[in-house]
């Protein structure tokens, strides 16, 4: 049974209730108790399998019972056994979607307990009507009993009939017990059916009245697979039902109650998913923040009918061209073909009819708003202006500006949701152990550069566990241990602390078992089990379920980051200084430092030329010695300060002269005496957002901190505001592919399945790959050229694109007969078919050559790199201009023409060297030989004006 959820579980166990046997494979004695139960025929639950099962298991699966002198037999292990025919074996796995071999799917039954979205909304009305209005669903759960017990009754009636009639003799009406039986039943049966008559008619109205709470069941079964469908991103987000409606009944119990039905179902709604968003971001990384709230939004608006799927699935994959013959000439010179391609693409759908005819018609204004800093925020051209709603837009700035989807997004979330969706809260630990209970495991999810052990030990001092609490780093030879330590922190209350996790994976199904019985036994109230791992598949997927994960990666912005230093800051530590004045502005500068060195990361090379993982322990050794050097010296000691955090405290992490240059800069702006006697000193080029607040109490500086932007701009970090753009795609790019990710496979828009898209996207690949170039045609025609070192790169390049060319088409071909089901769908079929899909490359297509390309642009590309190479083998001729990025191996082909230039010249190899020109003629008066010149195109180059014709940067 597939149970990811345990709803297989409390099934079986409420089925086979005193009877049942319970084991797992981590058991030792787990044979023993499979054989007792064979012998006298109890059943048995085999948890928490994966998808290999023990040989040990095989002869019960083959079912190998033989008969030998009237008894049954089956050999387990190294004897054979009584079978009695009474027993009864369940398997329950927690993974989600696992893969049996067809030997195990043959010998058993396999049945999916996944729970579905109308199934568990059915569940969650019934929770939220028991807590609402128990009268109803008391009555309600009475009526089912008693209109079963009638239909029993009535079956009972009939069984009994039909046995006195099988039993008479003689004339049936000198049978006075069948006689009086009958004139007993009908009179039972007309009682029992007005009975049934009256309870349905109550049924249906006891379920008007429960349909008044469906839209808040339909609402939490939404947001619960929406938290669930997040263990597909990564192998740590693992929530249990069982977690999800226990806080499902926390938000029944401390939302606003209204005595209007429909004001109470949207406080209840409203609290419910802000609820679900605060619980879920404290498990969540940075990155997958904006991607959870965004789901959550959409998934809000398709149910509700309030979003069209074409247009949203467009968004997610853009525009596929692989034929440009027929395609529209794009009219705009400033537009790249990537760009036009999405809108030609864009204007197939309903509400785009004319939108690329725009762009002839209203080319200047469309130049406008690409160009602008902020498209998204710019009117749009035309009718389009006042015609397209948010997601509309959100299509055009998808199609034409990628750096700015993520602002969108964020808007798009704001406007739907609210503006508290896209402000993740702080982690707050104390809110976390109030949170858990002795049975509930505390796990952090590591991240680079990030140690949470001291801020839990802060926390124990603070809470009073201070001498309570153990700590161990599990490694070889640490588990017995880690045991003991639990075993004592159950009796006696402690605190225990396992990190990490991930370095002694094999002792994790011990660890399960452990955590399993906490479940079972009375620990003591105040017992805590902290856990911490990096992000591993291995982890127990039962342990992750049951506990409470908080990740402990740094926040995204300026303003998160703040905040968390802040609150890793006591009000205690924050007031210990005996120079408040001084302490209390360099402590906000020494924050904004650190935040702004974590921040330039997101810039990648223009941030730092090599990324280094600043972390807590810096911000907390600076915050000391800036502390302790203002309380010792009269006149603040600038340099000594500067040169022990900016030199050796966060300087210790940085290797490039260039990065440490620009740690020295940030220092001296931020620390210097301005600071101190200049009134709200600016932190930045942008004068009215980031300064030093006027002195005031602790929660003063928290809250100017709350007022400061979620989006920081690039001048906030001393940026040019285009060197953000990179970063913003990249994000773009991961939130369309995570998005893409989540999508069912199974969907169709508007009457075509994904099957028949993929069919027709796959024919059309199919029908624009080239041909394959004759290879021992090319070697007669280049007859003794063929073995100089063009000659030989020729061939090879032939080789590979010949072998691509065959993948493709057989690949493509296997994925037809498997749609068809003519053959089996194998995993590298399935990838190709998800790929296909998403309008992505299959990865087993880019190993020739890579390229981030989407497929149709893929797709041209590969004809055109055939092209050049089938003209080159077709005439025996070098072209005079080659294409570089059309070699899969460039290298080569440059050593190459090395190799011909020296020999042209008769000199070594060894003393030429390359120089540079970009030309600035066409290719048609482009001339040249191998002996002085190679003309390469392909390089990226932009000049001054963007076309590189001014042959200059």
Same mark, same amino acid.
């Given at each position: 049974?597939?149970?990811?959820?345990?709803?297989?579980?409390?099934?079986?166990?409420?089925?086979?209730?005193?009877?049942?046997?319970?084991?797992?494979?981590?058991?030792?004695?787990?044979?023993?108790?499979?054989?007792?139960?064979?012998?006298?025929?109890?059943?048995? &639950? =085999?948890?928490? /399998?994966?998808?290999?099962?023990? %040989?040990? $298991?095989?002869?019960?699966? #083959?079912?190998? +019972?033989?008969?030998?002198?009237?008894?049954?037999?089956?050999?387990?292990?190294?004897?054979?056994?009584?079978?009695?025919?009474?027993?009864?074996?369940?398997?329950?796995?927690?993974?989600?979607?696992?893969?049996?071999?067809?030997?195990?799917?043959?010998?058993?039954?396999?049945?999916?307990?996944?729970?579905?979205?109308?199934?568990?909304?059915?569940? &969650? =009305?019934?929770? /939220?009507?028991?807590?609402?209005? %128990?009268? $109803?669903?008391?009555?309600? #759960?009475?009526? +089912?009993?008693?209109?079963?017990?009638?239909?029993?009754?009535?079956?009972?009636?009939?069984?009994?009939?039909?046995?006195?009639?099988?039993?008479?003799?003689?004339?049936?009406?000198?049978?006075?017990?069948?006689?009086?039986?009958?004139?007993?039943?009908?009179?039972?049966?007309?009682?029992?059916?007005?009975?049934?008559?009256?309870?349905?008619?109550?049924?249906?109205?006891?379920?008007?009245?429960?349909?008044?709470?469906?839209?808040?069941?339909?609402?939490?079964?939404?947001?619960?697979?929406?938290?669930?469908?997040?263990?597909?991103?990564?192998?740590?987000?693992?929530?249990?039902?069982?977690?999800?409606?226990?806080?499902?009944?926390?938000?029944?119990?401390?939302?606003?109650?209204?005595?209007?039905?429909?004001?109470?179902?949207?406080?209840?709604?409203?609290?419910?998913?802000?609820?679900?968003?605060?619980?879920?971001?404290?498990?969540?990384?940075?990155?997958?923040?904006?991607?959870?709230?965004?789901?959550?939004?959409?998934?809000?608006?398709?149910?509700?009918?309030?979003?069209?799927?074409?247009?949203?699935?467009?968004?997610?994959?853009?525009?596929?061209?692989?034929?440009?013959?027929?395609?529209?000439?794009?009219?705009?010179?400033?537009?790249?073909?990537?760009?036009?391609?999405?809108?030609?693409?864009?204007?197939?759908?309903?509400?785009?009819?004319?939108?690329?005819?725009?762009?002839?018609?209203?080319?200047?204004?469309?130049?406008?708003?690409?160009?602008?800093?902020?498209?998204?925020?710019?009117?749009?051209?035309?009718?389009?202006?006042?015609?397209?709603?948010?997601?509309?837009?959100?299509?055009?700035?998808?199609?034409?500006?990628?750096?700015?989807?993520?602002?969108?997004?964020?808007?798009?979330?704001?406007?739907?949701?609210?503006?508290?969706?896209?402000?993740?809260?702080?982690?707050?630990?104390?809110?976390?152990?109030?949170?858990?209970?002795?049975?509930?495991?505390?796990?952090?999810?590591?991240?680079?550069?990030?140690?949470?052990?001291?801020?839990?030990?802060?926390?124990?001092?603070?809470?009073?566990?201070?001498?309570?609490?153990?700590?161990?780093?599990?490694?070889?030879?640490?588990?017995?241990?880690?045991?003991?330590?639990?075993?004592?922190?159950?009796?006696?209350?402690?605190?225990?602390?396992?990190?990490?996790?991930?370095?002694?994976?094999?002792?994790?199904?011990?660890?399960?078992?452990?955590?399993?019985?906490?479940?079972?036994?009375?620990?003591?109230?105040?017992?805590?089990?902290?856990?911490?791992?990096?992000?591993?598949?291995?982890?127990?997927?039962?342990?992750?379920?049951?506990?409470?994960?908080?990740?402990?990666?740094?926040?995204?912005?300026?303003?998160?980051?703040?905040?968390?230093?802040?609150?890793?800051?006591?009000?205690?530590?924050?007031?210990?200084?005996?120079?408040?004045?001084?302490?209390?502005?360099?402590?906000?500068?020494?924050?904004?430092?650190?935040?702004?060195?974590?921040?330039?990361?997101?810039?990648?090379?223009?941030?730092?030329?090599?990324?280094?993982?600043?972390?807590?322990?810096?911000?907390?050794?600076?915050?000391?010695?800036?502390?302790?050097?203002?309380?010792?010296?009269?006149?603040?000691?600038?340099?000594?300060?500067?040169?022990?955090?900016?030199?050796?405290?966060?300087?210790?992490?940085?290797?490039?002269?260039?990065?440490?240059?620009?740690?020295?800069?940030?220092?001296?702006?931020?620390?210097?005496?301005?600071?101190?006697?200049?009134?709200?000193?600016?932190?930045?080029?942008?004068?009215?957002?980031?300064?030093?607040?006027?002195?005031?109490?602790?929660?003063?500086?928290?809250?100017?901190?709350?007022?400061?932007?979620?989006?920081?701009?690039?001048?906030?970090?001393?940026?040019?505001?285009?060197?953000?753009?990179?970063?913003?795609?990249?994000?773009?790019?991961?939130?369309?592919?995570?998005?893409?990710?989540?999508?069912?496979?199974?969907?169709?828009?508007?009457?075509?399945?994904?099957?028949?898209?993929?069919?027709?996207?796959?024919?059309?690949?199919?029908?624009?790959?080239?041909?394959?170039?004759?290879?021992?045609?090319?070697?007669?025609?280049?007859?003794?050229?063929?073995?100089?070192?063009?000659?030989?790169?020729?061939?090879?390049?032939?080789?590979?694109?010949?072998?691509?060319?065959?993948?493709?088409?057989?690949?493509?071909?296997?994925?037809?007969?498997?749609?068809?089901?003519?053959?089996?769908?194998?995993?590298?079929?399935?990838?190709?078919?998800?790929?296909?899909?998403?309008?992505?490359?299959?990865?087993?297509?880019?190993?020739?050559?890579?390229?981030?390309?989407?497929?149709?642009?893929?797709?041209?590309?590969?004809?055109?790199?055939?092209?050049?190479?089938?003209?080159?083998?077709?005439?025996?001729?070098?072209?005079?201009?080659?294409?570089?990025?059309?070699?899969?191996?460039?290298?080569?082909?440059?050593?190459?023409?090395?190799?011909?230039?020296?020999?042209?010249?008769?000199?070594?190899?060894?003393?030429?060297?390359?120089?540079?020109?970009?030309?600035?003629?066409?290719?048609?008066?482009?001339?040249?030989?191998?002996?002085?010149?190679?003309?390469?195109?392909?390089?990226?180059?932009?000049?001054?004006?963007?076309?590189?014709?001014?042959?200059?940067?």
């Amino acid at each position: 049974m597939i149970d990811p959820q345990c709803q297989a579980i409390k099934w079986i166990k409420n089925m086979e209730k005193g009877k049942l046997k319970t084991i797992d494979l981590q058991q030792y004695d787990f044979l023993r108790t499979l054989e007792n139960s064979i012998q006298f025929g109890t059943p048995v &639950l =085999l948890q928490n /399998v994966q998808e290999t099962l023990d %040989p040990s $298991l095989a002869p019960i699966l #083959d079912k190998a +019972v033989i008969k030998q002198g009237g008894r049954l037999l089956i050999k387990l292990g190294d004897k054979e056994v009584d079978y009695n025919p009474e027993f009864k074996f369940y398997i329950t796995t927690r993974l989600s979607n696992p893969h049996y071999t067809p030997e195990i799917a043959t010998k058993t039954t396999i049945v999916n307990f996944a729970v579905k979205e109308v199934g568990l909304e059915a569940q &969650l =009305l019934a929770i /939220v009507v028991r807590r609402e209005r %128990p009268d $109803l669903e008391e009555q309600k #759960d009475n009526l +089912v009993l008693n209109i079963s017990a009638g239909k029993r009754k009535l079956v009972e009636l009939e069984d009994e009939i039909l046995r006195l009639l099988n039993a008479a003799e003689g004339s049936l009406l000198d049978d006075e017990v069948l006689v009086e039986t009958l004139q007993t039943s009908k009179h039972t049966s007309q009682e029992i059916s007005e009975q049934l008559e009256i309870s349905e008619e109550t049924e249906e109205k006891i379920d008007l009245a429960r349909e008044g709470y469906r839209p808040c069941a339909q609402r939490a079964s939404i947001l619960f697979f929406v938290l669930n469908d997040m263990g597909r991103i990564d192998p740590m987000y693992q929530f249990s039902l069982d977690a999800y409606n226990n806080l499902f009944n926390s938000s029944i119990d401390k939302s606003t109650h209204h005595a209007k039905l429909e004001d109470r179902i949207l406080a209840l709604n409203d609290y419910h998913t802000y609820a679900l968003f605060t619980f879920t971001c404290r498990a969540l990384f940075e990155r997958h923040k904006l991607l959870f709230s965004f789901q959550t939004c959409v998934k809000i608006m398709e149910v509700a009918g309030k979003l069209d799927m074409e247009e949203y699935f467009y968004f997610l994959k853009g525009g596929v061209v692989l034929d440009r013959e027929t395609q529209m000439d794009n009219p705009c010179r400033w537009l790249d073909d990537a760009s036009w391609d999405n809108i030609t693409e864009l204007d197939r759908l309903t509400n785009f009819h004319g939108i690329a005819n725009s762009f002839e018609q209203y080319a200047r204004d469309w130049h406008l708003w690409y160009t602008s800093d902020e498209p998204e925020e710019a009117m749009l051209p035309g009718e389009w202006g006042n015609s397209c709603n948010e997601l509309q837009k959100m299509l055009i700035v998808r199609s034409l500006r990628k750096d700015r989807v993520a602002f969108c997004s964020t808007s798009f979330i704001i406007n739907n949701l609210g503006s508290k969706f896209v402000e993740p809260p702080v982690l707050d630990m104390p809110a976390v152990v109030e949170d858990s209970n002795c049975r509930t495991p505390l796990i952090f999810v590591l991240s680079t550069g990030v140690d949470p052990t001291s801020g839990l030990v802060q926390l124990a001092d603070e809470v009073g566990m201070k001498n309570r609490f153990s700590a161990l780093s599990l490694g070889q030879g640490q588990a017995p241990l880690a045991t003991k330590l639990i075993k004592e922190g159950v009796k006696e209350g402690n605190w225990v602390y396992l990190a990490n996790c991930h370095l002694s994976l094999s002792w994790m199904p011990h660890l399960d078992k452990l955590v399993e019985q906490l479940q079972s036994e009375e620990p003591h109230p105040d017992f805590r089990l902290w856990l911490s791992s990096n992000p591993t598949k291995d982890f127990p997927i039962s342990i992750l379920q049951a506990g409470l994960k908080m990740t402990t990666e740094p926040p995204k912005g300026l303003k998160a980051n703040m905040k968390r230093l802040y609150g890793l800051v006591s009000e205690r530590t924050f007031s210990r200084c005996k120079k408040p004045e001084k302490y209390k502005k360099l402590l906000f500068t020494l924050c904004f430092f650190h935040s702004v060195l974590i921040e330039r990361r997101k810039f990648l090379q223009l941030g730092w030329n090599i990324p280094y993982d600043f972390n807590d322990s810096d911000f907390e050794v600076s915050e000391n010695l800036l502390n302790m050097y203002l309380d010792e010296y009269d006149e603040t000691p600038w340099d000594a300060l500067k040169y022990l955090i900016a030199g050796v405290n966060y300087g210790g992490h940085v290797t490039d002269d260039m990065d440490r240059r620009l740690l020295h800069t940030y220092i001296n702006d931020f620390f210097n005496e301005n600071v101190l006697n200049t009134a709200f000193y600016k932190l930045s080029s942008l004068n009215d957002t980031y300064y030093v607040p006027k002195d005031g109490p602790y929660q003063h500086y928290k809250d100017y901190i709350s007022l400061l932007p979620n989006v920081d701009h690039p001048a906030a970090f001393g940026q040019h505001p285009n060197a953000d753009i990179t970063s913003q795609i990249r994000e773009t790019h991961m939130l369309f592919e995570t998005l893409l990710s989540l999508q069912p496979q199974v969907s169709s828009v508007k009457g075509e399945s994904t099957e028949d898209k993929v069919l027709g996207l796959a024919q059309d690949v199919r029908e624009h790959l080239p041909d394959l170039i004759d290879y021992h045609n090319t070697v007669s025609v280049l007859a003794e050229d063929r073995h100089t070192p063009m000659g030989v790169v020729l061939l090879q390049e032939i080789l590979r694109y010949n072998h691509l060319i065959n993948l493709i088409a057989n690949s493509l071909s296997d994925l037809e007969k498997g749609i068809k089901g003519l053959v089996v769908m194998s995993e590298d079929l399935e990838e190709i078919f998800r790929c296909i899909n998403e309008a992505k490359v299959p990865a087993m297509w880019s190993k020739t050559y890579p390229s981030h390309k989407p497929l149709g642009s893929w797709t041209r590309d590969l004809v055109q790199r055939v092209d050049q190479f089938f003209k080159w083998a077709h005439t025996g001729t070098m072209p005079l201009i080659f294409y570089l990025s059309y070699f899969t191996f460039p290298t080569g082909f440059l050593t190459a023409v090395l190799q011909t230039s020296a020999r042209a010249n008769s000199i070594s190899v060894d003393t030429l060297s390359w120089e540079y020109t970009v030309q600035i003629l066409d290719d048609v008066n482009i001339t040249g030989n191998l002996r002085t010149v190679c003309t390469l195109r392909e390089c990226i180059w932009r000049g001054r004006d963007g076309t590189g014709r001014t042959a200059a940067l």
